[in-house]
């Protein structure tokens, strides 16, 4: 081991037993501070600076198989051009690349892999201000949201990983001695175990959360020993490109081949995430975004272990308030529905309301008493167009507004979206979310994924009804989060039965300044598994233990 | 809890230490004894008595599904039709009962299926010998072998699945309070997980060992909260029905449905295994077989996990020995080549000798004289009939006779395959091993696996040449197991590292009476799932962490 690792180890351990403290409690833990005031006050200006220094330059670190191509062509959700350009690789050049690193990597054993991992991560902490502006600008979040969830969050979702896969790698020790007492002599086997990586990974990013749908499987893949390729979304590059250039980085000081990590980006209608998932090289494969694509990778890239994180129906069943807590919760839903313009694969779609209405206090509000009052809590949230703009972000891509004057179509608008002007940003597209309202019978409309700022009120024949709606469409359609609103502990223990079968991640009752779209790294699983919207979560031991395999031998000992 | 849940959980509860202590040391532990002594004397008479009183009548225990037919057919290896019968299923009737038994089973925790599952494992250990005679006259093993293999040995590899599962389902407390530091009052939430199991279990038998491949996934699903459906193969149902009786019986006692775990025997002709592997309600396949199917249930059953433990091409890399035990490393491979006819996945079939020959002692034998050497150590092991009979058990089925003719037709046979009488089972089908010589040229020949007593003396250019045959067709083909002899460290290294990119797991200068063959449960990994033998191992947290998800609620605390 060199003297970097050595110090690397030293530097980490402490962050990575903290880590593994927390995925054994799931108690509240981060490791990387989301408030802006943790962060130092002039990093802003300076990242703002090199975010625009790199316009209109090849942004490049000479990585192997660079084929002499460029590519680009992201295009800010707030209305220009990024002209960034990348370096588009050759396959055959870069994959072998890759296999040749891994071996010294896996040979480095899992501790110096963790505190490689975390100094990547760390670094890429110092950088959060500049990966703020990529993923603001090119997923359309609000500054705020993508300096959160682009980067401390991100990172913590990121070092969960590695705390999961360094978990997985401990299992047991690396050598035995196996002893069989017999009657003389006892038999003795000396045993030992390589825990062998997969090969390559691919990570295919996604246009909304590049690098916190990214970094899970991205830091799994690596801290298991295998080298990933990040193929990141033509409409999202540079968050990904800022993660490589500095995973390589470390990689490179800590004596590592750079090439573990790589990017390759895609040339236009090239269908390079397909070509780089049938490669034989490739053993795993993550990926975040479309059920047609998700699908297409589970079926097809038999070679690989496919982690998938497609689209769900997420529902809120409407049952009853407190009147005290009624006012707050709407709010509350608002927000949920409104957060980056509702572009999450968590933003809740499907609301649940009873045809004889819901319980507020001592009040019975009707399905359309309740939508028109979400839609005048809406109002209020979004109604200063400052507000509106921290809150929504940018429309990511035009087909958010294509779906959105589908669903003008759809039910009845119940509240109808609107352009926001942005002040700093004239050609931002910036709409407030669309809430239909249409019957359960109408299931044809609410059993997809309408995917941006569109809801459905739909009236149930009752709170049990709802309930089995929800458990049936998602078992069937799949969800990453659900929400219940009751005052009866007989419907949430019904919602909860429902969610068990379901496999969808439930919130209860939430008024406060944590909103069903949002989970928490260490606490909060973000998908299950369970259910056809996800086949893996952020993070638990199922999505780390097949990344690596344990290969023996044994002698006489 | 009732009480017999609770008296399960205080008797079996320090097994269960033990079992997660050993996984975690992969050190030498065993909880059921394979030494015959170990066992009440009276208890093989008991045994056989038991064994014939079943003949000729219908097994049956009144199982849910039952369509009142009934289906047979099995016929000793050793010449004689065993006349049981068993209730045939409607799938129709018996999958929904066995998921409506599910929540209950969920609900009861980890300790207490735990604690269930154990107990079943230990009734099975006190019908051991009933066992043994089941599965000797199924898969045709010497009396000895059955009664370790598919008796204690399966039990052990089944406890281990337990412990994995227990293990995995306790990576963190199943609640926990989440309380995020704010400016004034802390973020509370109150967060609470169940570990739900996906539905109903499919374990496809296999001929052979059919409880020793078939332990591991069926207490890795039950552990995990499954129900479990056996489809025993045609020619071996006794002993899983041995299996599915002892777990319904226990189930029933401690308060479960009986239905948790079901026998599906398949009629002729009638393709039970694909019909239960395409049901909606099975979301989780445990095969082991062949390539073809194993391959058909990975692409086609993909709405459940498959785990599957296929054929591969088993592989001896021969380079030097010692002088002095070069004898006892030649009976020691006569053995492995023998053992049970070499039906088992785990036996050799490929020696990769150089052209330059072998250095023994002082000596250099050419690859023919290593060969010859070979063919006399197997004629002395297998020259007594008595001694060949308790080493050979019978053939298990015509296919192992029509490939042993085929083999006489390739390359030039070193040792020819005799016909061994039984005196006690005159119409037993015995034979012993073939061995033919082969050219690495030929690797149409030996690139695909020959089950039964087949195998192949290869001369390759050099020992590098042997490790890179090796390598390239295991990572091509398969295989679960390999050998190396030499007393170079060089080569022994070498062919470690081809052995973490290979895949199989390796066993370095065996003379003693642990075999090539053999795995230990607790230590050894049988199968590695990084090669086309097989996707998953027995048993490690890849075997188990997908078998359930963890599905979380949270709400104000």
Known sequence: MNATVADLIAKHRPTLDAALGAIRSREYYTRFPDSPKAYPAQAQDEALAEFQ????????????????????????????????????????????????????????????????????????????????????????????????????????????????????????PDRAVWEKPGKGEPVRLAKKWVAAPRGIALVVGCNTFPTWNGYPGLFASLVTGNAVVVKPHPRAVAPLALTVETAREVLAEAGFDADLVALAPEAEGEPLAKTLALRPEVRIVDFTGSNEFGDWLEQNARQAQVYTEKAGINTVIVDSFRAEEYPAALGHLAFSLSLYTAQMCTSPQNLLVPRDGIRVGDEVKSPEEFAADLGKAMDRLLGDDARANAILGAVVNPFVLDRLERAAEVGKTVLASRAVPHPEFPDATVRTPLIAAVDAMDAEVYTHEWFGPISFVITTDSTLDSIAVYRDTVKAHGALTAAVYSTSEDVLDAAEEATWEAGANLSINLTGPVYVNQSAAFSDYHGTGANPAANATYADHAFVAGRFRFIQSRRPA
Chains 1, 2 share one sequence.
């Open 53 to 172: 220094a790199r316009r209109g330059r090849l942004w490049s670190w000479g990585q192997t198989g660079a084929d002499g191509t460029k590519v680009g062509g992201e295009r800010s959700p707030y209305g220009f051009d990024l002209e960034y350009t990348y370096d588009h690789m050759d396959p055959d050049v870069l994959l072998p690349a890759m296999g040749a690193a891994i071996p010294a990597w896996r040979d480095a054993g899992a501790e110096a892999r963790a505190a490689v991992c975390i100094e990547i991560l760390t670094r890429l902490n110092a950088r959060t201000y500049a990966m703020a502006f990529a993923a603001m600008h090119t997923t359309g979040q609000a500054f705020m949201m993508a300096f959160q969830a682009a980067g401390p969050n991100a990172q913590d979702r990121g070092l969960e990983a590695v705390a999961y896969g360094f978990s997985a790698l401990n299992a047991h």
